[in-house]
């Protein structure tokens, strides 16, 4: 342990200005004169990618090795926040080892539309499991004494004009989509710093919004860590530290040191503003320095097979008539075909880019797991500008290969040069020569499986229901290929469950009228809608739903019993594996309320149970569901409450494979809605303290009209609508403009929430 660093109020403006900016591209300012030293901070988040000496932000390939752990893309599929806190630990491990304090990640954002290139980076479409697994990296990379940095907050759904677009986002899905996450992650595994996005919200830059960094961040989550800024999004210095950004990043040469040196001496920033956020970074680099370790390292072999562990457990198996697991033996053949298959697409493009420590290919890892099967390769197309290819010929002898094999393996997916960080994709198509090279071998052989490699979601309704087999294989990292062999053979019994909705075409997608916007805005125009959420409400088909993924082993569910406390709902059941595999299943409960008078999607997920069950025997599954995430955002009160109602709980495997629900009644704890003048008449009657008081004061008006009103019910209809302020202006009305101030205060005197 070191000694305690020297507190803000022993630094010069200048030092403390100097402090709460980058040093260069990845190291934070050190103050010699009183021993803070600098931080190394540096991406994340799947791996540690620590440039070598003097390395610049656009070297990005060019990084010291470190495991390439599973993307996001393939993570989130996992569904498990066990084996999520794991990889954070190993990643925690290995940034200790190479000296640096704060991993950049994980991103969170919330797969808006598959548009976007940069989802291989994100969790999810749901901010529930977006926010357990986010939180579960978070704890596990923090056990090691090594920062997080929850990015990109917030509302940073899209690369397209990303340094400047303005998310124009309704209040409601902000907080129940975009920022729950988040807000789970903060409340529940503290990161030592948030990162601030580059896009404007609601007109507004994140890295200059006061109500997201200090109000909602700060004083409504608790979170007391440091925010960074995105590389860059920095547009007025001045501005961000007020609004609660404590570090700018990476260097501005001192420039924008300068601007806040002179904001204070002019008196257009308070110095005590500046004292905190210089404050802030003193205790992130004191938590970096107690936790350093000259000494440490790690296991290079352990942390690769833990990458194969974990990439297994990501994979999807979106479809199998009876092709999976492959036989292996003596006198069988396998068929393997696309370039994939040798040459891995395992992560994405951008800051993210990992130099592993080593690469497995599916193709060595299927000949090493084949036995005595015979195995046969070809690449059936080439990746990349490959001029030499002859394309004809490569798909006539993918076919021959194919013809006649036992098993035939087609491993197709997106091109690297299709997604990465900094642009969207204009289409979700595989390549045409990749959808030439499947008819031709689908037509070819009748056992065929397809392996996709991909961050984001590909269409997949051309051929789907021609394929035998379908494995969803994201992208996973350097140990992928051998994770995706388990899978194939049945080493693994896959339990990977789809984290965001595979749709029949992007047309159909929630935010395809709205994305990615133009002249500086996008517009969630979808509102909570988004994802699963969407295709509920219509009643739209998909190719293969939210949550959905197949096992080699079969569950049933039974014993269901739901009960609901004043801390929120609590689920148990009984899941049975009554295959002869011993398996994974993924249990997720997923609550509607009907009787809502909020806007409500079909129904929504609240709670997940990752469970393993051994052949012939049953498991007791038990989800709480706490109150915060059955709350909804009530703009209204302007806050989260949970209404008072029947909330009925629905437990599936899938968002569309539902096996049993219950319904329970919550007492809630919303107060009751405020009444003003503006109130409609039917809000008045319908609210139990203003309903009597109204229809008292037009009693005592001895108003004969209202109980003819009353009982027509046409009449009722018209008059609902009508403010009560309106019906006070008419001549001879009941209700006189004096008594409105009357009846607003007595309705509203046992109003206040509780
Ligand atoms: C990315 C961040 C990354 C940072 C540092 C930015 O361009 O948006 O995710 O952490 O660069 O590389």
């Known amino acids: 342990m070191v000694d305690r660093l020297p507190r803000a109020s022993s630094l010069s403006t200048e030092e403390k200005a100097a402090l709460t900016s980058g040093l260069s591209f990845w190291e934070s300012k050190g103050i010699d004169r009183v021993g803070i030293p600098s931080i190394y901070l540096t991406d994340g988040p799947h791996g540690v990618r620590k440039q070598r000496e003097g390395g610049d932000h656009l070297g990005i390939g060019d990084s010291v090795p470190a495991t390439c752990f599973p993307p996001a893309v393939a993570l989130g599929s996992s569904w498990d926040a066990e084996l999520l806190e794991r990889v954070g630990k190993a990643l925690?491990?290995?940034?200790?080892?190479?000296?640096?304090?704060?991993?950049?990640?994980?991103?969170?954002?919330?797969?808006?539309?598959?548009?976007?290139?940069?989802?291989?980076?994100?969790?999810?479409?749901?901010?529930?499991?977006?926010?357990?697994?986010?939180?579960?990296?978070?704890?596990?990379?923090?056990?090691?004494?090594?920062?997080?940095?929850?990015?990109?907050?917030?509302?940073?759904?899209?690369?397209?004009?990303?340094?400047?677009?303005?998310?124009?986002?309704?209040?409601?899905?902000?907080?129940?989509?975009?920022?729950?996450?988040?807000?789970?992650?903060?409340?529940?595994?503290?990161?030592?710093?948030?990162?601030?996005?580059?896009?404007?919200?609601?007109?507004?830059?994140?890295?200059?919004?006061?109500?997201?960094?200090?109000?909602?961040?700060?004083?409504?989550?608790?979170?007391?860590?440091?925010?960074?800024?995105?590389?860059?999004?920095?547009?007025?210095?001045?501005?961000?530290?007020?609004?609660?950004?404590?570090?700018?990043?990476?260097?501005?040469?001192?420039?924008?040191?300068?601007?806040?040196?002179?904001?204070?001496?002019?008196?257009?920033?308070?110095?005590?503003?500046?004292?905190?956020?210089?404050?802030?970074?003193?205790?992130?680099?004191?938590?970096?320095?107690?936790?350093?370790?000259?000494?440490?390292?790690?296991?290079?072999?352990?942390?690769?097979?833990?990458?194969r562990e974990v990439a297994a457990r990501s994979i999807v198996l979106l479809k199998n008539d009876g092709v999976l697991p492959l036989a292996a033996g003596a006198g069988r053949s396998i068929a393997v075909i696309g370039e994939f298959a040798r040459t891995p697409r395992y992560q994405g493009a951008g800051s993210s880019q990992i130099v592993p420590t080593r690469l497995d290919n599916a193709l060595d890892e299927i000949r090493a797991l084949a036995g005595d099967s015979t195995v046969t390769f070809a690449p059936g197309y080439a990746l990349g500008a490959d001029e030499t290819a002859d394309a004809a010929a490569l798909l006539t002898e993918a076919v021959a290969v194919a013809q006649g094999a036992d098993d035939v393996l087609v491993f197709v997916g997106l091109p690297a040069e299709d997604e990465s960080e900094g642009f969207d994709r204009d289409h979700i198509e595989l390549p045409a020569a990749q959808t030439e090279l499947l008819d031709a071998v689908l037509a070819a052989n009748p056992r065929v499986t397809v392996v996709l490699s991909n961050g984001g979601v590909v269409r997949v309704s051309g051929w789907a229901d021609r394929a035998s087999g379908i494995v969803e294989g994201w992208l996973l990292g350097q140990a992928g290929g051998g994770a995706v062999a388990d899978v194939l053979f049945g080493v693994v019994n896959p339990s990977g469950r789809l984290a965001e909705s595979i749709p029949v075409r992007i047309e159909d997608t929630p935010a395809f009228l709205n994305f990615p916007g133009e002249n500086g805005h996008v517009r969630y125009g979808e509102g909570l809608f988004v994802g699963y959420r969407d295709y509920d409400a219509r009643k739209a088909a998909v190719s293969f739903p939210f949550g959905h993924g197949l096992s080699y082993t079969t569950f049933e569910y039974s014993g269901l019993e739901v009960t609901g406390s004043a801390d929120g709902i609590d689920v148990s059941l009984t899941v049975a594996n009554i295959g002869d595999r011993d398996g994974r299943e993924v249990v997720q409960a997923y609550v509607s309320v009907p009787g809502s008078a909020a806007t409500r999607p079909v129904r929504e997920l609240k709670g997940f149970a990752n469970v393993a069950v051994a052949a012939g025997s049953a498991e007791t599954v038990r989800i709480h569901i706490p109150n915060e995430d059955l709350a909804y955002f009530d703009t209204d009160q302007r806050e989260w409450v949970v209404e008072a109602g029947d909330y009925e709980v629905t437990v599936g495997a899938s968002s569309r494979d539902l096996r049993g629900s219950q319904t329970v009644t919550l007492a809630g704890d919303a107060g009751l809605p405020i009444?003003?003048?503006?109130?409609?008449?039917?809000?008045?009657?319908?609210?139990?303290?203003?309903?009597?008081?109204?229809?008292?004061?037009?009693?005592?008006?001895?108003?004969?009209?209202?109980?003819?009103?009353?009982?027509?019910?046409?009449?009722?209809?018209?008059?609902?609508?009508?403010?009560?302020?309106?019906?006070?202006?008419?001549?001879?009305?009941?209700?006189?403009?004096?008594?409105?101030?009357?009846?607003?205060?007595?309705?509203?005197?046992?109003?206040?929430?509780?």
């Open 92 to 307: 925690g491990e290995e940034a200790k080892a190479e000296n640096v304090g704060v991993l950049l990640g994980p991103g969170i954002n919330i797969k808006r539309s598959p548009l976007c290139g940069r989802n291989f980076e994100y969790l999810s479409e749901d901010p529930i499991l977006s926010g357990r697994l986010g939180a579960a990296l978070v704890n596990g990379l923090q056990s090691q004494g090594v920062g997080a940095s929850l990015k990109h907050f917030a509302a940073n759904n899209q690369e397209t004009d990303r340094m400047r677009v303005s998310a124009d986002v309704d209040e409601r899905p902000l907080r129940e989509i975009y920022l729950r996450g988040f807000q789970h992650v903060v409340e529940h595994a503290a990161p030592w710093t948030v990162m601030c996005s580059y896009n404007r919200i609601n007109g507004v830059y994140a890295s200059e919004d006061p109500w997201l960094l200090t109000s909602v961040l700060r004083d409504e989550w608790g979170f007391d860590g440091i925010v960074v800024s995105d590389w860059g999004a920095v547009n007025n210095r001045v501005n961000a530290l007020a609004a609660g950004l404590d570090l700018e990043m990476p260097s501005s040469n001192g420039v924008t040191d300068a601007q806040l040196v002179a904001a204070v001496a002019d008196g257009s920033l308070e110095e005590s503003t500046l004292d905190t956020a210089a404050d802030r970074i003193i205790d992130l680099v004191q938590k970096v320095v107690d936790n350093a370790d000259a000494d440490a390292d790690y296991d290079r072999d352990a942390h690769h097979a833990l990458a």
């Open 675 to 754: 009444l003003t003048a503006e109130s409609t008449i039917g809000e008045w009657l319908k609210h139990p303290v203003g309903g009597p008081v109204l229809m008292g004061a037009l009693a005592q008006a001895g108003d004969q009209g209202v109980g003819a009103m009353l009982a027509d019910p046409s009449l009722m209809r018209m008059a609902e609508s009508m403010p009560l302020s309106r019906v006070a202006a008419f001549p001879g009305s009941p209700v006189t403009a004096e008594q409105l101030d009357q009846l607003v205060a007595a309705a509203n005197c046992a109003s206040v929430p509780a």
